[in-house]
């Protein structure tokens, strides 16, 4: 066996160390990394900035923890910025593992900006086939979620006099990692014409372009890169900081860069050796 | 009649619901809105199924004492600690710090988000083994991931190309190749929702 | 600082982040052989991630959906209630076709919606989006002529019925291109999330080991725990 055979037929384990082991030395020695913010998650933000105070927006977030690396950064950013600019959130959830990851960002940022549940948001909670919920919400909230999440009857809560369904709040920004977003796509913007921006995770981004083209979406948050544009954005609007180390997209974008490097060489170094071993072959 | 008449009722509903969308009668509204309501009903009962599922397979494991049923208990023990103390306390249990909640953050939301965090390895690993270019078409599909992936490093004077590049690629080849593939999702579904209502496709209601 | 920004871990913390660290480490172990300590962190997963929702299907959906509108006398929700136990027949061969009503009603209610949606939204809007100004003159112009052709080579690509010959193969031909390029980037953006993943996992230990730092700097050096 050459070298080269040698090296494609390493144990995988080897792989992983070297992956492993990169991941860690970044960690240790994290470096800044520049972005570029790209027009769609711009799009989201500047939407956001648009809202007036006591203005409601609503926000589905539909993810559980597997996702929770590129979606709770969006969530996180996009709650402080709009609570720091008095814009009511109407919130949900449509994922069976997710309820506590929206009770983890607004227990923790209503905190920070003595936002009251109730007056400055609400918590709908959790309700199977998103489908048919997210139907049921266009016609009234109430109709899926006659309480919110902590039991309250909703039409006991200050901020829900006035709102009945999605022509009562100004957008929905729909934080997903599964078949949900198709859901808000078809039946909240497909059947009620609310306007919908979503973010996604990185898998499932390019597969949402041709939504944003026709203007079915109004914005486009892409994974952990297109979180880490927003927490730019929203650093630069004073919505988050460094200091309170607010910012953990970025935090993890040195490792993306450097593993991002590492995959490339393993590929370059694979079809190296692929092209290698075909020409070798057809000598003999 | 086991199967003719669940048969009609999907026929019978499933034409109502076509219906009353392009039909803005008051009467259709508040049978819709009825019928939207019923149906999370009957949702919540049907996820209980899959939890009845999980923990049956995991008793018998224990029962049977098959090879590895000890982890049975331990999966066993999980469930039924968690139904205490999310269902004892009431429904102060779902806010933030109460035992539930803490149980949620730092045993489910840790072990779920690290086995996928694995896949970065695997990924790691197909792309060293598997990703060749071994004919035009796969060329393509390598060069645009790598575009697609240096987005994200630094390349000095280069970035500014590649960054244009990317959204390039993006918004035009992507996004064309993409929408072709969602046309044919609606084709594929509006397709096969017909021929469940016309009682073509039936395999959904299982058999005798 | 903290995981909580803004403030240094108490006991409490410490302690609940140390078993968080110990299961991701069980996990990560996995990735030099299947082992007792991964096998235990997945079993437990399991359970819990059952346990959990069971309480979220209680609170979120059993009490405000069918137990509060009884108790208030809405005696109607006892007909989805027993539509419902309906589909529990299913775990009995005797009885399994009575959950064909339940299921009846709701892939009717499904399919009457998806028809006119899936038309809408996925074909129609689609396809009038495609419908693009062209011309030379300027950049954007000139890519709504790559978009047109890249949508339409594209479908032409799936359209089986017809040989892939001549002309319209040529256009096939183009069209897989197209999907080609469309898989690159999702396999592109792919490696990205997986690789998300990873980050976050390795920034939170390595975070939870700088408080750990602190935290027995200052319980050795002041004898104080930090409640």
Same mark, same amino acid.
């Given at each position: ?62 993810y559980a923890p597997e996702a929770m690396a590129e979606l709770h950064p969006?969530s ?22 997710g309820?506590?990851m929206?009770?983890q ?72 990692a ?70 953990s ?36 | ?108 939301i840790p072990?779920q988000a690290?086995?996928f ?92 | ?43 437990? *997963? ?6 959990? $929702?069971?309480? =979220? %299907?209680?609170?979120? @959906?059993?009490?405000?959906? &069918? #137990? ?65 100004? *062209? ?6 112009? $000139?890519?709504? =002529? %790559?978009?047109?052709? @890249?949508?339409?080579?594209? &479908? #032409? ?39 998300s993943l990873?980050?976050e996992r ?26």
């Amino acid at each position: 066996m050459n070298f080269y055979e040698q090296i494609m037929n390493l144990d995988r384990r080897w792989v992983y160390l070297v992956i492993g082991l990169v991941v860690v030395i970044t960690a240790i020695f994290p470096f800044d990394v520049p972005l570029y913010v790209t027009p769609e998650v711009r799009s989201v933000y500047d939407y956001v900035e648009s809202l007036n105070p006591g203005e409601v927006l609503m926000i589905g977030v539909d993810y559980a923890p597997e996702a929770m690396a590129e979606l709770h950064p969006m969530s996180y950013a996009i709650t402080r910025q709009c609570f720091k600019r008095d814009i009511k959130l109407l919130l949900c959830c449509l994922h069976q593992n997710g309820p506590g990851m929206v009770e983890q960002v607004i227990s923790q940022v209503s905190k920070e900006y003595n936002k009251v549940n109730g007056v400055d948001y609400v918590y709908l909670g959790y309700k199977p086939y998103p489908s048919i919920t997210i139907l049921a919400m266009g016609q009234n909230f109430r109709i899926p979620f006659p309480e919110d999440y902590y039991g309250t009857p909703l039409d006991s809560l200050p901020m829900m006099g006035g709102i009945t369904n999605y022509d009562n709040v100004k957008a929905i920004l729909n934080i997903s990692a599964g078949s949900a977003t198709e859901y808000w796509i078809n039946y909240a913007n497909g059947r009620y014409n609310a306007m919908l921006a979503i973010g996604v995770t990185g898998v499932m981004t390019s597969d949402y372009y041709p939504f944003l083209q026709s203007g079915q979406i109004f914005g486009l948050i892409g994974g952990m890169k297109g979180a880490a544009e927003y927490e730019h954005l929203a650093e630069k609007g004073g919505y988050i900081s460094r200091e309170k180390d607010q910012l953990s997209a970025y935090k993890s974008m040195p490792i993306q860069t450097t593993t991002h490097v590492v995959v490339i060489l393993f590929i370059v170094i694979g079809n190296i050796g692929f092209f290698l071993s075909k020409r070798k072959k057809s000598r003999i | 009649m086991r199967k003719t008449l669940p048969f009609a009722l999907v026929t019978g509903v499933g034409f109502f619901m076509l219906v009353q969308y392009f039909i803005p009668r008051e009467e259709f509204e508040i049978v819709y809105e009825w019928s939207l309501d019923w149906i999370i009903v009957i949702g919540c009962f049907a996820m209980l199924l899959g939890l009845w599922s999980l923990t049956m397979a995991s008793v018998h494991k224990v029962q049977r004492k098959t090879p590895g049923w000890g982890y049975s208990i331990i999966t066993l023990a999980g469930l039924f600690f968690m139904l205490f103390v999310g269902l004892y306390p009431g429904q102060a249990s779902l806010v933030r710090g109460s035992i539930f909640m803490l149980l949620f953050e730092y045993i489910y939301i840790p072990i779920q988000a690290t086995m996928f965090s694995l896949l970065a390895f695997y990924i790691a690993s197909a792309a060293y083994r598997a990703f060749r270019a071994r004919t035009v078409l796969a060329t393509i599909l390598l060069l645009s991931a790598v575009i697609i992936m240096l987005r994200l490093i630094p390349l000095g004077p280069l970035s500014a190309i590649n960054q244009w590049l990317a959204n390039f690629i993006l918004t035009v080849p992507n996004m064309a190749a993409k929408r072709a593939f969602w046309i044919g999702v609606g084709l594929g579904a509006t397709a096969t929702a017909l021929k469940i209502m016309l009682g073509i496709e039936r395999t959904y209601m299982g058999r005798d | 600082m903290s995981l909580e920004e803004g403030k240094i871990m108490g006991t409490e913390e410490i302690i609940w982040n140390a078993v968080a660290t110990f299961l991701t480490l069980c996990i990560f172990t996995f990735l030099y052989k299947d082992n007792p300590f991964y096998k235990f962190a997945e079993h437990l *997963v399991v359970g819990v991630s059952a346990g959990y $929702f069971a309480v =979220i %299907l209680y609170y979120n @959906g059993f009490v405000p959906k &069918l #137990i509060t509108p009884l108790r208030q006398g809405e005696w109607v929700y006892i007909i989805p209630a027993i539509l419902g136990l309906m589909i529990w027949t299913r775990f009995s061969k005797k009885w399994s076709w009575i959950s064909r009503f339940s299921l009846a009603f709701y892939i009717g209610s499904g399919t009457g919606f998806a028809i006119p949606l899936y038309m809408q939204n996925y074909v129609i809007r689609q396809l009038s989006s495609t419908m693009l100004p *062209v011309g030379f003159t300027t950049w954007a112009l $000139f890519t709504n =002529i %790559l978009i047109i052709i @890249g949508v339409l080579s594209a &479908l #032409i690509y799936f359209f089986f019925s017809k040989e892939h010959t001549g002309f319209f193969g040529g256009t096939a031909k183009v069209g897989i291109w197209t999907l080609m390029v469309g898989f690159g980037t999702g396999f592109g953006l792919t490696v990205m999330g997986r690789v998300s993943l990873l980050a976050e996992r390795v920034v939170f230990l390595r975070e939870y080991f700088i408080e750990l730092k602190y935290y027995l700097y200052i319980l050795f050096k002041y004898g104080l725990p930090l409640s």
